[in-house]
């Protein structure tokens, strides 16, 4: 599955599970003060969630990126094809 694929696919899922929650919170019983709290704090919680997604997620991309590269470099090396690299800081 292609980087954004995965991106748009948590995306998404994150919107209409917040969506659905506050449709489900306009139709409880309760005060609208507290149904504005629900709504913030869930907010809140849902962006934490993200962040730590998209974090996950940027860890396993980069991690498959530098797998690929130096399995490249392998059959490259293998081939007779010397490879210089940049120096990045």
């Known amino acids: 599955m292609s980087e954004e694929k995965v991106e748009s ?3 998404g899922f994150l919107v209409g599970a917040f969506v659905g929650f506050v449709i489900g919170l306009l139709y409880a019983p309760q005060s609208g003060e507290e149904t504005r709290k629900l709504i913030k704090q ?6 934490e969630k ?3 997604k ?9 991690s498959k990126v530098e797998e690929v590269k130096e399995k490249g470099k392998e059959v490259l090396k293998k081939k007779g094809v010397e490879i210089q690299e940049e120096e990045t800081k």
């Not at 974090?55 to 980069?62: D, F």
Request: hydrophobic content about 40%.
């Open 42 to 47: 869930k907010g809140i919680e849902v962006t």
């Open 54 to 62: 998209g974090e996950e997620l940027k860890e396993v991309v980069t």
């Open 50 to 52: 993200a962040k730590e």
């Open 9 to 11: 696919f948590f995306g």
